[in-house]
């Protein structure tokens, strides 16, 4: 399994943990989830961004200390012109800001980056407490989508009122029986999150990018 596969498999294995993991210290703070807007209004940055390289220290082939290095697409927060950003995380805990480090032979993943400024390095960012990331996959239509189920942050959002179904042009949209297990893949089943191609599962649905920025300027009106 190589490491884009291994982190598509813990974001997988994070959607049966949910709700499920006792936590203490930062992390009961930070398990009762969070709300799109208030998210935007903590980080210091927002931005759409695409992995190009990670500078990591790996321990067990697990990330431990490092950096990622992402091409902003599009800049929803930020003070200053941004090309590429720096991305530092230090540690193990629940709401790490690690990426997946895209091969010789793949484009790197999107994400939906919440962040904040490295107060021991200006210039460099670390994620929120609640959590840095949300995965965003490309449509047919060339849109962004949040893809669903949302896995990176707990979000307390009604998503369900907003999902539509989408048909992904993004190699990021496949699972297959090395990336799942089968108590995953049944479970996506069950939700109608993914759907089988052959021996591939397509994930089916999302919200719409225009959507989840309306969301972090007004807050959810359905809760």
């Known amino acids: 399994m190589t490491r884009a596969s291994r982190f598509s498999f ?3 294995v994070a959607i049966a943990a949910a709700g499920t993991t006792h936590a203490s210290g930062r992390e009961a703070e930070t398990q009762k989830g969070i709300a799109l ?3 935007a209004t903590l980080a210091g940055v927002i931005v759409l961004a695409q992995v190009r390289d990670t500078d990591y220290v790996y321990r067990r082939e697990f990330p431990v200390a490092g950096s990622a290095f992402l091409r902003v697409l599009i800049p929803y927060k ?4 941004m090309d590429i950003i720096e ?3 230090a540690g193990l805990h629940a709401h790490e800001c ?3 480090t895209p091969t010789v032979f793949e484009e790197g993943r999107r994400y939906l980056l919440f962040l904040q400024e490295d107060a021991e390095k200006p210039g460099r960012y670390r994620g929120l407490p609640q959590g840095c990331a949300l995965d965003i996959l490309v449509a047919q239509d060339n849109s962004y989508v949040l893809r669903l189920p949302v896995t990176g942050i707990e979000l307390t959002d009604s998503l369900d009122a907003y999902r539509q179904s989408f048909e992904f042009s993004d190699s990021y949209a496949v699972e297959t029986d090395e990336s799942l297990n089968p108590q ?3 479970a996506l089943m069950a939700g109608a999150w993914i759907m089988p191609r052959g021996m591939e599962y397509l994930y089916t649905s999302g919200v719409s990018l225009s959507v989840v920025r309306q969301l ?3 807050g959810n009106q359905h809760q």
Request: proline residues 9%.
């Open 184 to 186: 995953q893949r049944e």
């Open 98 to 100: 690690y990426f997946p």
């Open 78 to 81: 930020a003070s200053q012109p």
């Open 87 to 89: 991305v530092y995380e």
């Open 37 to 39: 807007a208030e998210l």
């Open 216 to 218: 972090m300027r007004t």
């Open 10 to 12: 813990l974001a997988v």
